[in-house]
């Protein structure tokens, strides 16, 4: 079984009130909350504009691109391209923007405290 404790001691409570009242914690969620809301936001306008388009134009749907090709299936493999995408991006950002700043504030908490 694994240890996750540290070598210094794990945190107290106090510590972790610290931390949530901190300027860096407020700004490490400002900025989480400035990516994650219109991000979301942009895929459920893009999910639910599918599932419109699927049900009130059936006949746009169908329209054949080439083959047996038709918008809908575009659409729907768009879906599947768009949820990898975002998740590629965030992925990316969170290494560069959320990580340090949490490892900081890791720091604080289990190091010298704040």
């Known amino acids: 079984m694994s ?18 009242i901190s300027p860096d914690f407020t700004e490490l969620r ?43 299936l575009l659409l729907g493999l768009g879906q599947f391209v768009s949820t990898f995408a975002i998740t590629m991006i965030y992925v990316r950002w969170a290494n560069r923007q959320v990580d340090p700043a949490a490892e900081r504030m890791r720091q604080l908490i289990e190091g010298e405290g704040l």
Not at 3 to 20: I, K
Not at 36 to 63: C, E, K
């Open 30 to 72: 400002r900025r989480f909350r400035r990516f994650v809301f219109p991000m979301t936001g942009l895929f459920l306008a893009w999910y639910f504009l599918y599932v419109l388009l699927a049900d009130y134009a059936p006949g746009f749907m169908a329209t054949k691109v080439f083959g047996n090709i038709n918008i809908a």
């Open 3 to 20: 240890d996750t404790r540290s070598a210094a001691g794990d945190p107290d409570l106090s510590s972790f009130r610290d931390v949530q």
